[in-house]
T-cell receptor, first 114, second 114 residues
Framework: GQQLNQSPQSMFIQEGEDVSMNCTSSSIFNTWLWYKQDPGEGPVLLIALYKAGELTSNGRLTAQFGITRKDSFLNISASIPSDVGIYFCAGHNAGGTSYGKLTFGQGTILTVHP | DTEVTQTPKHLVMGMTNKKSLKCEQHMGHRAMYWYKQKAKKPPELMFVYSYEKLSINESVPSRFSPECPNSSLLNLHLHALQPEDSALYLC?????????????FGPGTRLLVL
């Protein structure tokens, strides 16, 4: 089945630093999604990418859909303490029996030191 | 409005109890999902409803019984659960069809089975 490799698994950074995380897949996706999850809460959608090569920003967040359709990255600029949480990438392939199923990365745990 | 609501927020139940989790969305989405999530792991898909019909069951044990009374509501009926079923249960919704990749999650129900 499809697998997503998300890296790094965890990051410890100082407030104000930039952050970069990425996901790579063994197969192509039609959609890439990035979520952030705070402890005890549900994942919140940060950015959705629908087209190969697409670069999208949401405030201090920027994400790109890789040209090969097998990877995506998320950058956070000028990190602040409330950026702490677990970030998940997710891919979707609309074809065949996989419709409606998201394939998730294992998550990147972000810690920001004030 | 991208809100999915879930009740209750927390639930403690014994292995002989019967309880239900509820989910509601008013985004006009026609696809709804149940996920199970263990701590610091990505969500695992359990069920998908599309146009109020069950379209995906990821080989979930019969002690979990989903129900979709209408296009806005999704229930998960629980009976004779095991301690290993303790987890965060997440509901999500999306448009049906090819836009169904972009899923919006609720805050989750934290379930503890004693």
């Amino acid at each position: 089945g499809q697998q997503l490799n998300q890296s790094p698994q965890s990051m410890f950074i100082q407030e104000g630093e930039d952050v970069s995380m990425n996901c790579t897949s063994s197969s192509i996706f039609n959609t890439w999604l990035w979520y952030k999850q705070d402890p005890g809460e549900g994942p919140v959608l940060l950015i959705a990418l629908y087209k190969a090569g697409e670069l999208t920003s949401n405030g201090r967040l920027t994400a790109q859909f890789g040209i090969t359709r097998k990877d995506s990255f998320l950058n956070i600029s000028a990190s602040i303490p409330s950026d702490v949480g677990i970030y998940f990438c997710a891919g979707h392939n609309a074809g065949g029996t996989s419709y409606g199923k998201l394939t998730f990365g294992q998550g990147t745990i972000l810690t920001v030191h004030p | 409005d991208t809100e999915v609501t879930q009740t209750p927020k927390h639930l403690v139940m014994g292995m002989t109890n019967k309880k239900s989790l509820k989910c509601e969305q008013h985004m006009g989405h026609r696809a709804m999902y149940w996920y199970k999530q263990k701590a610091k792991k990505p969500p695992e898909l359990m069920f998908v409803y599309s146009y109020e019909k069950l379209s995906i069951n990821e080989s979930v044990p019969s002690r979990f019984s989903p129900e979709c009374p209408n296009s806005s509501l999704l229930n998960l009926h629980l009976h004779a659960l095991q301690p290993e079923d303790s987890a965060l249960y997440l509901c999500a919704s999306s448009q049906a069809g090819t836009a169904g990749a972009t899923q919006y999650f609720g805050p989750g129900t934290r379930l503890l089975v004693l």
